[in-house]
T-cell receptor
Framework: DAGITQSPRHKVTETGTPVTLRCHQT?????MYWYRQDPGHGLRLIHY???????DKGEVSDGYSVSRSKTEDFLLTLESATSSQTSVYFC?????????????FGPGTRLTVT | SQKIEQNSEALNIQEGKTATLTCNYT??????LQWYRQDPGRGPVFLLL?????KEKRKERLKVTFDTTLKQSLFHITASQPADSATYLC?????????FGAGTTVTVRA
């Protein structure tokens, strides 16, 4: 398995509280991504990073922010959690060599907002 | 708008048969198409990549075709086994991001 971990693996939080999810890689890959996965919607890109301090929005970025201060860490913050953000969150990494961008995924974080 | 559709949500087949999954896309011109496997409770795992100038790619019992005229990829699992039961996702490379289909869940009966 690619060296990618996510923490926490499970979290229950209340509506209106801020939440931060962490993705850590040991592969020194340039690209990092945050997805959410919900039944009927598949994987949807929230935010991504193409280098330290270089990030951009994906298709479902409202209510989320990210930061990448080191190559190995990519943080996803829910500024004020809502029940609609209950989901499974996956982090992925990609080396990006050759333009093929195959991605390697972490184990996921199951977030429940009550 | 861009759209990726996988033919059906679920596919049930008998062990030993060939499973064929379809991925259709619109309003994309991808240079690459990828297939992933996802087991319940786990992240997707990269299986295969096919380039736009490749018609077919094989890896062990897996075969992928890519028809840029039809805007379609077919994913075949030959001599299927119960261990092949999983959800299979197709993904298109879009700049340095991927856009995923919703997946097809394959169940192989012994």
């Amino acid at each position: 398995d690619a060296g990618i971990t996510q923490s926490p693996r499970h979290k229950v939080t209340e509506t209106g509280t801020p939440v931060t999810l962490r993705c850590h890689q040991t592969e020194n890959h340039r690209y990092m991504y945050w997805y959410r996965q919900d039944p009927g919607h598949g994987l949807r890109l929230i935010h991504y990073s193409y280098g330290v301090k270089d990030t951009d929005k994906g298709e479902v970025s409202d209510g989320y922010s990210v930061s990448r201060s080191k190559t190995e860490d990519f943080l996803l913050t829910l500024e004020s959690a809502t029940s609609s953000q209950t989901s499974v969150y996956f982090c992925a990494i990609s080396e990006g060599s050759g333009g093929t961008y195959e991605q390697y995924f972490g184990p996921g974080t199951r977030l429940t907002v009550t | 708008s861009q759209k990726i559709e996988q033919n059906s949500e679920a596919l049930n087949i008998q062990e030993g048969k060939t499973a064929t999954l379809t991925c259709n896309y619109t309003n994309y011109s991808p240079a690459y198409l990828q297939w992933y496997r996802q087991d319940p409770g786990r992240g997707p795992v990269f299986l295969l990549l096919i380039r736009e100038n490749e018609k077919e790619k094989r890896k062990e019992r897996l075969k992928v075709t890519f028809d840029t005229t039809l805007k379609q990829s077919l994913f075949h699992i030959t001599a299927s086994q119960p261990a092949d039961s999983a959800t299979y996702l197709c993904a298109l490379v879009n700049d340095y991001k991927l856009s995923f289909g919703a997946g097809t869940t394959v169940t192989v009966r012994a």
